[in-house]
């Protein structure tokens, strides 16, 4: 056996001289602004959570972050001196980054004295809220008003009154509400003199994250990127690339989890606001609802590669798309349920993705931040074999077209085998991962859609059907 590894290591060892290589796992020389380091906890804050805190209120409202995000009772959260963030991927966009009611958590039960109901009342200096039965006035609905209202504090639900505070042990006017306890500092600056009590501190300190996760960590860093453009796409195409990316941005990947694509994207249906774009299914041009997430797929799966992350499951399209051209052999199509694409997070800490679309220059892009661990990632390849030259151009009929009407869907493109290694290399030298990466692609000719009135052009093959009523709720496997 020994004769045989020697061989593989020399063969490797020629692979790596002769072919091109990708040592890409870019790391930025400063802080990107996907995430920020707090050195007085030692603990980071990144994408979405990182645009929520710093549009809501930074410092001032929430504090500083004592642990990283983490997994409690089954739901990503972190938390802050005064508050705790939950992510919650299955709500409304708007909702995805949501504040734990930390205040009516510590109310519990009381309902006499200060939280007791009270009658409504009005004036230019005070506020009824008949949700509660409680009102909120002077200095404390000034604060209320000036650092976000509702969505930041919730309803009110005590009348001010005197507590002796948790972290202090002074006595100070204070007043409850759903996600903060408003604390009056008669001593402090004018402009300091209303302050939030740290109720997110106190929650931690009553649960049972373990003492691990409150540790100072690293600052985490830029581990891959990649960027893929669209350029040329129709407008289906487009808005579903953007709704995809979007379902991506902002997810976290605790240490050891596996990754899917197809969950984390869920439902991809008319009503999540998916149109319908083209797809060759069978041999044929129908229109499938979610056409481009494929390009989603592809971009993540580039910045899963760069960073060295563990590849688990990654299928070639069925044809050479030319918007991926730019690397042969380095795309990942999705066709849920059946096809997925997933990575697992195999470093020591959360992996946070960053995704967007930028419309000016038609691209998406997928950045991937965590702690760097020293890891570099060599691609091999891509090496490509087996040319096949397409057929003839298929025509097929569209009756949603124009009289006379023509539209090309797809631009022909070779078929061919692409080999494409990975290697990942540790710190210390020890191979991480080797990742055999093969792909064959089929040969694809030109795709045109005709309307009514059209002659097809002779020598073309004309594929039988109407392109425009077959709607096939699917993410499909062949979608240009």
């Avoid at 494929?294 to 070639?316: E, H, K, N, W």
Wanted: hydrophobic share 40%; aromatic share 12%.
């Amino acid at each position: 056996m020994k004769p045989r590894v020697r061989f593989a290591v020399v063969l490797m060892t020629l692979l790596l001289a002769l072919s091109p290589l990708s040592a890409v796992r870019p790391v930025a020389a400063a802080a990107p602004s996907s995430v920020r380091y707090f050195g007085e906890t030692g603990h980071n804050i990144a994408t979405r959570i990182k645009s929520f805190y710093e549009a809501n209120g930074d410092l001032r409202i929430f504090g500083l972050p004592l642990t990283e995000v983490i997994t409690e009772n089954g739901m990503q959260v972190q938390y802050f001196e005064r508050a705790r963030f939950e992510l919650h991927p299955e709500l409304p966009n708007a909702f995805f980054v949501s504040l734990t009611q930390v205040g009516r958590g510590l109310v519990g039960g009381r309902a006499s004295g200060a939280f007791a109901s009270v009658a409504a009342k009005s004036s230019a200096s005070t506020m009824y809220f008949t949700q509660t039965k409680h009102t909120l006035q002077d200095t404390f609905l000034q604060f209320w008003s000036s650092y976000g209202g509702l969505p930041v504090f919730g309803f009110p639900l005590s009348e001010p009154f005197q507590e002796v505070n948790y972290s202090d042990g002074n006595s100070y006017l204070v007043q409850y509400f759903e996600r903060a306890r408003m604390e009056l500092h008669p001593t402090a600056p004018a402009a300091y003199r209303v302050q939030l009590g740290l109720l997110g501190r106190q929650l931690l300190d009553n649960s049972a994250v373990p003492t691990s996760s409150r540790k100072a960590v690293l600052p985490i860093t830029l581990l891959g990127t990649a960027t893929t453009g669209y350029y040329g796409s129709f407008s289906e195409r487009i808005n579903n690339i953007a709704r995809g990316a979007g379902r991506m941005n902002g997810k976290v990947v605790q240490a050891g989890q596996v990754f899917s694509f197809g969950n984390n994207l869920g439902s991809a249906t008319s009503d999540d606001g998916f149109v319908d774009g083209y797809a060759i299914v069978g041999g044929r041009l129908q229109k499938v609802t979610g056409g481009g997430l494929c390009q989603v797929s592809t971009t993540m799966y580039r910045a899963v590669f760069y960073a060295g992350l563990g590849i688990v499951d990654r299928t070639p399209h069925t044809y050479m798309i030319n918007f991926y051209e730019n690397i042969k052999g380095f795309d990942a199509t999705v066709f849920t349920p059946q096809v997925d694409f997933k990575w697992r997070n195999d470093t020591a800490g959360p992996v946070y993705v960053a995704a967007s679309t930028n419309p000016n220059q038609a691209t998406v892009t997928f950045s991937l931040y965590g702690w760097n661990d020293g890891r570099t990632s060599q691609m091999v390849g891509p090496f490509e074999s087996k040319v096949v030259q397409p057929g003839l151009s298929n025509w097929q009929f569209d009756s949603s077209l124009p009289y006379g009407g023509t539209r090309q869907i797809v631009h022909g493109r070779p078929g061919s085998d692409i080999a494409m290694q990975r290697i990942v290399t540790a710190a210390n030298g020890a191979v991480l991962h080797h990742d055999i990466l093969p792909s064959h692609y089929s040969p694809w000719a030109d795709f045109f859609l005709y309307g009514p009135g059209v002659t097809v052009p002779y020598g073309v093959n004309r594929v039988p059907g109407d392109a425009n009523p077959n709607i096939a709720p699917a993410i499909g496997k062949t979608h240009p």
